[in-house]
């Protein structure tokens, strides 16, 4: 059992994994990244005070608002919500924690980490200078060479991984930890926002990073996905036709979805502040969850409205329009519900509503200018004006402004503490004049185009007037934080309630909460209202999550009756391995973006990044090694609470389907872009681009072995479910041999493709190639990796099984062959779309 | 009915405006099309905007805590601490409101959508004897025009006024963007692919076309210059040149395939 420090040292935020303290890490570190972007920002608007060339050279320029956008958008917007749904979402549940907390503080471990890597990608040359949407081909080293460029999206890279750690313990934790009486319906509108975020996180996110692994490879090792070269001759040879066609695929249908993934939990938080303040219970609320839902899923099929100017056809425009206006629609109910949800309340003007209410009203503006875009006529002057700039800076920065109306909210819950209230609306008043001075005036310049220094002279004014807005909204944080910071020590005491007619849970217990939230007993809506149980009614031999050792039974809440061994287990809140895994992921993404054209460069400089790259290996299989034998102890949720629609499946593996489902996306994108290439070559040409020496045999030896290998597990477990050690371990050892078989047929492929010496081939057919060979190299490839991180997981089975470990409890071996089955399944996509067709 | 039989006929019957004939009637501009739009949005959505906002703060105000009327509801109505959460009640209005606001959304966007067809396929529309057809070509850090006879200039344009001006749009580089506000034109510049807009230009002058997607350090200074001029002067520059390529100040020496230029058909593509 691991002990925590108290909250006043600081080695307990490095070995924490309990929600509350991780919401903290989460919004503290994230108000750190607003001011980094807020400088950038404050940098170039500097700049556009005058037309023309200013105190920034015109690469520092396009660094300046590419690293704004990203940092803003990615590192300061999700995780400000995220720092209120880690700490608030599972009180208002009615959960001790989530459902992995070592995994909740890996996602911060590993936000924190990728921010890092992401400044240090400034002193690599520069930093990534392409604009936050980072086009192809723009995006490839023949472009945009530096090694910081490199390093900006292997940041990326590494804050996807801490988001798709997040979703899947949200969603496991939604699903299946809520009290009794919570059914889905029921829940709070917070929680609502941010269970559609996380779903629609899960699955956005899943094909952004396919476009950054890919765009990676072709930064890195030289493969030719976005690859348009011209040759010394002046002679065009596109390697690629659909090069920039694909990314910007790629990247809306991540990016538009992305903008409500930060938008919703803003809309939750401003919902809830809504009720509180005005004394009345939303109006139209199951309308208002539907509208939600229905946002969510639309949110996926309106990205081509991004692409209006670009190659594609009326049609495919014209239902783009038509979706685009139809995801408008909810948006239009939601305002009004909370607009109508002000009448008959008892409105006090607090802070926190303040900010709500002003964000609404900024959203309402933004929304309005979002229909004339959506106008494909009016989109065509609009496109890369400031009208665009204007639109999505008052409906973001609008969430932006109910998110720190949350802040406001939950400040005192969060830290005891009451903030000043006047002081809160003299931040309130700085922050709305300066939001309208900064933006507004860009709708009145919006004919100047986006990423200038230099724009027509008679706009200037309007620029000026933009850029003292700016300077005002950022000093009017400055009073936030003096606030925030002077009322941890000298402010009121918090009550529990803290605000009158606040009604979720989180509200019920103590300012701050207890270290394990109800200490008062189990809670349960169950008879109409909340209240605490003594005992869970339903007591059942549960158990234990989170990967580590196989816990003796308890149930759901600690305070068991007497257990086979005779002792309390305790749930487990502190663990160091989270911290060591996000700095070896560090080290090793860091290590990765020294690589250039598939080699480190020669000399101290290579020799360094490979000594990096290395550590970080070591460092990260360490972590892990002993976060799988750590004794980590969480009990699994009772069957009393609400648990629809995943009843009876545990949290580990529920959390394995989530995180396949986001695997499902992942790939998909590079099947997808792999046929969209081929498309747009012409299907059939696509031979000419690939060698005779590529045949089907070694793929078709490889499906063998995998299918086999999938039926090995299955033996596996059956064995270790009769209780037979051996036959385990037999089994489990045959599928790493099969494993290592295809690996090692897979390599001979490879080994003998890359060194065919043909008339068409002289060099070989190797990663860069063509595009074929680009396409076959990394989606098989990718896959291989995805067998490999099965096999050291398959050895790690072997010995646990050599000690014993699978003869009671095999559910280790049933996950494992849950993810060992879905590689295979892959692979049988992957095989006749690269072998035989 | 060919489908473009057929958008022809809704396009005319949903536009303002008719289309253009061989005898040069008047055609409605995209620039035309564009400032109508804009201006009926504009007062639509500020009228919307301030009618929203005028009745926000209104009622926040008029039910301000310690005011009459947010005595009156009694404290049932009010939610308290630990209730399952549940709706307030008011659905009719919202019901009412959302019905309006889709109405009058899906209405805007029906009218644009005619314009729109009318915008797509104006220019195709046209008798290639009424139009001038040019090929653009965008690369780091200018713009090259190809014109019918294969002459080529670099970042100055020339075109007669009052006719339908077509540009055949791509890049020899990056992703780029031309557009020009006072002409009221704007077409991506896609690698690999090729896209189309047209305009008419209503009076002679020079006027400036800016890149409008982020292409690298020059982005900023990647003007051209669209010189109006007088339908015969025109004729009798275009007369005078040949397929030869011509650079303005900047200085860039363009070296593109002319045959490859001419008359390429856009490639449409997903």
Redesign the interface.
């Known amino acids: 059992m691991s002990d925590m420090p108290p909250a006043s040292s600081v080695k307990r935020w490095f070995v924490t994994t309990n929600h509350k303290d991780v919401g903290i890490l989460y919004t503290a570190t994230a108000l750190f990244f607003l001011l980094f972007g807020g400088l950038l920002a404050l940098l170039f608007r500097t700049q556009l005070w005058t037309s023309g060339q200013g105190i920034l ?3 520092a ?2 660094q300046a ?1 590419t690293a704004h956008g990203l940092m803003m958008v990615f590192w300061f917007l999700s995780p400000f919500a995220f720092g209120f749904a880690n700490y608030v979402v599972p009180l208002q549940i009615g959960a001790d924690d989530l459902a992995f907390p070592r995994l909740n503080a890996i996602s911060y471990w590993l936000y924190l980490f990728s921010g890092i890597l992401f400044a240090i990608s400034f002193f690599q040359g520069g930093t990534f ?3 936050w ?1 980072m ?4 995006n490839i080293p023949a ?2 060479p530096s090694v910081g460029g490199s390093t900006a999206i292997l940041a990326l890279a590494l804050f996807i991984v801490s988001v798709t750690v997040s979703s899947v313990n949200f969603l496991t934790t939604m699903h299946r930890m809520r009290a009794k ?2 059914t889905l319906w ?4 917070f929680t609502w926002s941010i269970l559609l975020t996380v779903w629609m996180m899960l699955f956005a996110f899943a094909a952004l990073l396919a476009a950054l692994i890919i765009l990676s490879a072709d930064r890195l090792v030289g493969t030719q996905y976005f690859a ?1 070269r ?1 040759m010394e001759s ?1 002679a ?1 040879t ?1 390697t ?6 694909l990314w910007t ?1 790629l990247f809306w249908f991540f990016g538009h979805p992305e903008v409500y993934i930060v938008f919703f939990p803003a809309l939750g938080a401003m919902a809830e502040i809504f ?2 303040f ?10 208002f969850i539907i509208a939600m839902v229905l946002v969510a899923v639309q949110s996926f099929m309106v990205w081509m409205h991004h692409m209006f ?6 049609q ?3 239902l783009f ?2 979706t685009t ?1 139809g995801i ?2 909810p948006f ?2 939601m ?3 909370l ?11 607090k802070t926190p509503f303040l900010f709500a ?1 002003g964000g ?2 900024l959203f ?2 933004g929304g ?2 979002g ?2 875009l ?5 989109d ?2 609009f ?3 400031y009208w665009v700039v204007a639109h999505f800076h008052y409906v973001m920065v609008g969430g932006v402004t109910g998110l720190v109306g949350a802040l406001y909210y939950w400040f005192p819950k969060m830290t005891g503490k009451m903030y000043n209230e006047y002081l809160g609306k003299v931040h309130f008043g700085l922050y709305f004049v300066g939001f309208n001075l900064l933006y507004f005036p860009m709708f009145i310049a919006w ?1 100047t ?6 724009y ?1 002279a008679n706009l200037e004014v309007f620029h000026q007037l933009a850029t003292i807005g700016g300077v005002l909204l950022g000093v009017s944080f400055l009073v936030m934080f003096y606030n925030l910071y002077r009322s941890l020590s000298v402010g009121e005491d918090a009550t529990d ?1 803290v605000w009158q ?5 989180e ?2 217990v103590s300012s701050p909460p207890p270290l394990e939230n109800f200490t008062e007993g189990i809670p349960s ?1 169950g008879e ?4 605490f149980l003594d005992e869970d009614p339903t007591v059942t031999a549960q158990g234990a999550t989170d990967g580590g050792t196989p816990a003796v039974s308890g149930d759901g809440h600690g305070d068991a009756p007497a257990l086979e061994s005779g002792h309390d287990r305790h749930p487990s809140h502190a663990s160091i391995w989270p911290f060591y895994l996000g700095l070896g992921m560090f080290l090793g993404f860091l290590g990765l973006s020294g690589l250039q054209d598939g080699s480190f460069a020669p000399g101290m400089e290579g020799g360094v990044y490979m000594a990096i790259l290395a550590a970080g290996f070591a460092v990260t299989g360490w972590s892990l090694l002993r976060m799988g034998l750590e004794d980590f102890y969480v009990p699994e949720p009772s069957s009393f609470g609400e648990q629809w629609p995943f009843a009876g499946v545990e949290n580990t593996k529920l959390g394995m389907w989530v995180f396949l489902a986001s695997d499902v996306v992942l790939f998909g994108a590079f099947i997808g872009s792999y046929i ?1 290439i081929r498309i ?1 070559n012409g299907w059939q040409d696509w031979h000419h681009l690939i060698p005779e020496a590529h045949v089907a045999l070694p793929g078709l030896i490889n499906t063998y072995l995998l299918l086999t290998s999938s039926f090995t597990v299955v033996l596996a477990l059956v064995a270790s479910e009769r209780g037979s050690k051996w036959g385990t371990i037999g089994s489990l050892v045959t599928t790493f041999v099969l494993g290592i078989g295809f690996l090692i047929n897979k390599g001979i492929e490879w080994l003998h493709l890359f060194h065919i010496e043909s008339e068409q081939f002289a060099h070989g057919w190797g990663l860069s190639t063509n595009v074929a060979s680009s396409t076959f190299y990394l989606t098989t490839g990718l896959h291989g990796l995805h067998v490999i991180a099965g096999l050291i997981v398959t050895l790690y089975l072997i010995w646990r099984a050599w000690n014993g470990a699978y003869t009671d409890d095999n559910s280790p071996i049933e996950y494992f062959g849950l993810y060992w089955h879905f590689v295979d399944i892959v692979w049988l996509f992957l095989f006749p779309l690269f072998y035989i067709l | 009915m060919t489908l473009g039989t057929f958008i022809t006929a809704i396009g005319s019957l949903l536009s303002i405006g008719g289309l253009v004939t061989s005898e040069g009637a008047t055609i409605q501009t995209p620039a035309e099309v564009f400032d109508q739009v804009f201006t009926f949005f504009l007062v639509l959505g500020t009228a919307v905007f301030i009618v929203v906002t005028v009745y926000m703060v209104y009622n926040a105000y008029k039910y301000r805590h310690g005011s009459e009327h947010a005595k009156k509801a009694p404290d049932e109505d009010r939610p308290s601490l630990g209730e399952i959460p549940t709706g307030g009640g008011g659905g009719k209005k919202l019901a009412l409101s959302f019905t309006l606001s889709a109405i009058i959304v899906v209405s805007l966007i029906i009218w644009t959508y005619g314009l729109l067809l009318h915008v797509e396929t104006g220019a195709a529309q046209t008798d290639a004897a009424d139009k001038v057809v040019i090929d653009v070509e965008g690369y780091q850090f200018g713009w090259d025009f190809t014109y019918q006879n294969g002459h080529t200039a670099t970042n100055t344009l020339r075109v007669p006024r009052g006719t339908v001006v077509e540009l055949m749009v791509t890049s020899r580089d990056v992703f780029h963007t031309i557009g020009s506000p006072p002409l009221r034109f704007k077409a991506d510049a896609i690698p690999g692919q090729y896209t189309d807009t047209w305009f008419v230009a209503d009076q002679t002058g020079e006027y400036t076309a800016q890149c409008y997607e982020l292409c690298g350090a020059g982005h900023s200074f990647m003007e051209a210059t669209i010189v109006v001029m007088e339908p015969e002067a025109y004729d009798e520059w275009y007369a005078n040149t040949s397929a030869t390529n011509e650079t303005s100040d900047s200085g860039n020496q363009s070296s593109t395939d002319s045959s490859q230029a001419i008359g390429a058909t856009p490639e449409v593509a997903l």
């Not at chain 1, 086009?135 to 723009?138: C, K, M, Q």
């Not at chain 1, 690629?240 to 066609?245: D, I, M, R, T, V």
């Not at chain 1, 005005?278 to 309308?287: D, E, L």
């Not at chain 1, 007619?501 to 849970?505: D, H, K, T």
């Open positions: 050279s015109a690469n320029y396009n608002v200078a392409g604009g949407t086009y192809a081909p723009l472009y945009t009486g919570l029921n829940l709070p509108l348009y011209i002046g065009i596109m690629n036709e659909a090069a920039s066609l695929h009720q509180t005005t004394g009345r219970r939303i109006v139209g609320r199951k309308w100017l670009t190659a594609i056809n009326l495919i425009k014209t329009m038509a206006i408008s629609l239009d109910l305002v009004f519900a607009i109508y949800t002000c009448l008959k309340g008892d409105i006090r003007f209410f609404l009203i309402i503006l309005v200018t229909v004339f959506g106008a494909v006529v009016l065509y002057e496109r890369g004006t004919e185009p986006r990423r200038v220094f230099e027509p309630q007619y606040a009604s979720s849970a509200w019920a809506y109409g209202t909340l209240e969209f747009a």
